[in-house]
Every structure is written in C-alpha cells, then in structure tokens.
C-alpha cells in the first residue's frame, strides 16, 4: 500500500544514514537495529529489523549489504470526513503487511576522488520498488572543502487492488553540494537537491467525499476515488553546521531543510541536536526537530464546499483531488534522546527514544486524522 510505502521509504532511509559511529575505519564491521514505531490509540505500528555487513575490498574499496524486514499493523484514516456516528474521530481502515527490502552498495576512493554505487530493491503485498544511485565526491583545499554530486533513479510498480489496472512510477532525482571546514571546530554543509516523478503518485486506498443530489432534493454523500497529476517537481535546500565545543565536552549540530513542489507544498524543517561526551565511553544526545508545511493546491477536507466535480474516468487528469490528511497544512514536533555507549574499542551500543507530535493548521481537518508517536530504536555494532 502507498502509505506503507512512504512509511518505510521513510524507515530505510533512516537506517541508512543513522549509523552512530561517524568515523572512517579501515576495518568490517556489522550493525543491528531494531525499531518499534506506535502510533498513539492503536493506530499504525511498524515494528522493523535492520542488518547492515561492511566488508572492506582493500584500501580504498569498501562494499556494504543491508536487510530490512518491517511489519506494519493497525488504522489509517481513509480520507473521509467525520461522520455522524462517531464525532471524535475520522473513519479508519485496517492495515497488515510486510515488506523486505535489500540494499547493495560500493565505495571506491581514488586519491582525492570517491565513487559510491547503489542498487535496492523492495517488496510487499501491493508494491514492488527497484532503485539506484550513483554519487561522487572531490575533495579540495588539503581536505578541508569536498564537493557532492548525486543522481537517483527508482522504479515502482503498484498492484492494489482498487486499482483497475497495474501502475508504475518512475522518479529522479540529483543533488549538489559543498562541505567547508570553518576552522578547528566548525563544519557547514549545504546542498540543493531537484526531483522529477511520473507515472501513478496517489493512494490507491484513499478517498474523497462529496454530497451529491441523486434525485430531486435527496442527497447521499458518495465516495471517490483521490485524484493527483501523474507527474510532480520538487526542489530542496539544505543546509547544516557542526561545532565542537571543547570546554563542554560537546558538539551542536544544527540543520534546516527548505522544500517545494509544483503542487503548493513548501515545508520548512529544524533540528538541533547536542552531543554530550559522558567521560571517555559514552554520548548522550538530546534533540529537537520542528517540521511545518503549506497544504498542497489539490487538498480538500471533502469536496462540499468546493466546485469539483469528481469523475472515476478522468483518472491523472484535472480537476485534482485528495483528502490524505498528509498533504494539508500542518506541523510536526519530534523531541528525542539517544544514549551512545562505546564497550570497547570494537563493539558499540545504542538506544534512542523519540516522540513525534503531527497537528492540524488549516482550522478545518477534524484533529482525529492526525496522530503521534513514540519511536524506539535499539542497536549496535561491532568492528571486526
């Protein structure tokens, strides 16, 4: 399912750059991490294990394989609006499904240039993805300024069954980017990043309500299916700087994330988060990020205060309709705190509790459709 999908894009590209030990070793190492994710009242819970092999090719040569295998169980809103039987929330559907998912990737350094190389694939009950990447790195200055470029393809095909026929999607996207040293203490990092998909971008499992007179002054609400354009742009800027702050024994890291569509969404994103050395083996990390976003052009509560007038055979044509609750004016609070803890020189244990917080802006979308979380990762790794 879509929201399936998006949950565990989400996942895995968490588990890939959520590796605690930031350290370039020349040596294998296996990672472990285990995620259980509960939304609030019983709603979604996604429950994932995650294995990460680091094999060293040689010098310069590294190879890396990573597993994901998550469920995912509970409710989700189906976009329709709240009904008269139940006031207090939104109506829901039920979800069940499991997805494994398998990354493969390669880095080669060669003096002051690096290669990266990566293939994925995934797959569940209704969605099968196939991607890969490919990235470069030159560094400059005596190391101290590196230059990112970057391109991503991903092909996915759907097979829900409210579909008539089989969909695909096709995106892409590059990146671009630059990091500085400062000086002794400081990092700064920015980079933009533009994507481009096409083919089925909806929620096969969501609807969109709208009160429609079927005979002469009798109106019964009907239900149908969400309709977005089959193709969308996107552009991000990010960027984040680092400072060790040795009196304290610490570091700041702080980032902001700008991101557009052609769809109206803009969303501003900011994290901080603080690295505390507790003696010589063990970190503790609080952190805060703040998300809010614009609604998207296309986004209707339901359909009975605008002029639409859906149509089931005008599918990937406008006009455009959703009521995917994600696409209306919100904002996010995530607060976290993460417990590092080094045994020894090879072997490393970490445990991370997280409560995400979703609110409604628009003064219009019933609070029921939106939900919160707590998140709870346990991992480690060992070098060998």
């Given at each position: 399912?879509?929201?399936?999908?998006?949950?565990y894009s989400l996942l895995l590209a968490f588990y890939l750059i959520s590796s605690t030990a930031k350290l370039i070793r020349a040596e294998?190492?296996?990672?472990?991490?285990?995620?259980?994710?509960?939304?609030d009242n019983d709603r979604i819970r996604v429950v994932a294990h995650y294995l990460r092999v680091e094999k060293d090719l040689g010098v310069n040569t590294k190879l890396g394989v990573v597993g994901l295998v998550d469920t995912i169980t509970g409710s989700t809103p189906t976009g329709?609006?709240?009904?008269?039987?139940?006031?207090?929330?939104?109506?829901?559907?039920?979800?069940?499904?499991?997805?494994?998912?398998?990354?493969?990737?390669l880095d080669h350094k060669r003096k002051d240039h690096s290669f990266s190389f990566e293939l994925s694939y995934s797959d569940e009950s209704d969605y099968e993805s196939k991607g890969g990447v490919v990235g470069y790195k030159?560094?400059?200055?005596?190391?101290?300024?590196?230059?990112?470029?970057?391109?991503?393809?991903?092909?996915d095909d759907l097979t829900a069954p409210t579909l008539r026929d089989p969909e695909a999607k096709t995106s892409h996207d590059l990146y671009a980017g630059v990091s500085q040293v400062i000086d002794s203490s400081t990092v700064l990092t920015t980079n933009i990043s533009y994507g481009k998909e096409n083919g089925y971008l909806g929620d096969p499992y969501k609807a969109v309500q709208k009160t429609i007179e079927i005979l002469p002054d009798f109106f019964l609400p009907i239900l149908f299916p969400e309709n977005r354009p089959r193709s969308r742009e996107k552009w991000i800027?990010?960027?984040?700087?680092?400072?060790?702050?040795?009196?304290?024994?610490?570091?700041?890291?702080?980032?902001?994330?700008y991101f557009s569509d052609d769809a109206g969404i803009n969303s501003h994103t900011w994290n901080l988060e603080w690295f505390q050395k507790l003696g010589d083996h063990v970190i503790l990390r609080p952190v805060y990020r703040y998300y809010r976003q614009s609604a998207s052009d296309y986004y209707f509560y339901d359909l009975d205060t605008s002029n639409v007038i859906p149509d089931r055979s005008n599918a990937g044509n406008a006009p455009f309709y959703s009521s995917d609750h994600r696409l209306s004016k919100m904002e996010t609070?995530?607060?976290?705190?993460?417990?590092?803890?080094?045994?020894?020189?090879?072997?490393?244990?970490?445990?991370?509790?997280n409560r995400y917080e979703m609110k409604g802006l628009d003064g219009i979308t019933h609070f029921s459709a939106y939900s919160d979380a707590d998140i709870l990762t346990v991992g480690g790794r060992w070098w060998f």
């Open positions: 399912m879509h929201l399936r999908s998006r949950i294998d190492s296996l990672t472990y991490k285990y995620e259980d994710y509960q939304e329709e609006p709240i009904q008269e039987d139940d006031l207090n929330q939104v109506p829901l559907e039920t979800l069940e499904d499991r997805r494994k998912s398998v990354v493969v990737d030159r560094e400059l200055n005596k190391n101290n300024t590196t230059l990112q470029l970057g391109y991503s393809l991903l092909e800027f990010f960027s984040e700087i680092q400072r060790d702050i040795p009196n304290a024994n610490a570091s700041l890291q702080g980032s902001y994330r609070n995530t607060y976290g705190l993460k417990l590092i803890w080094f045994i020894n020189d090879d072997l490393e244990f970490n445990v991370k509790f």
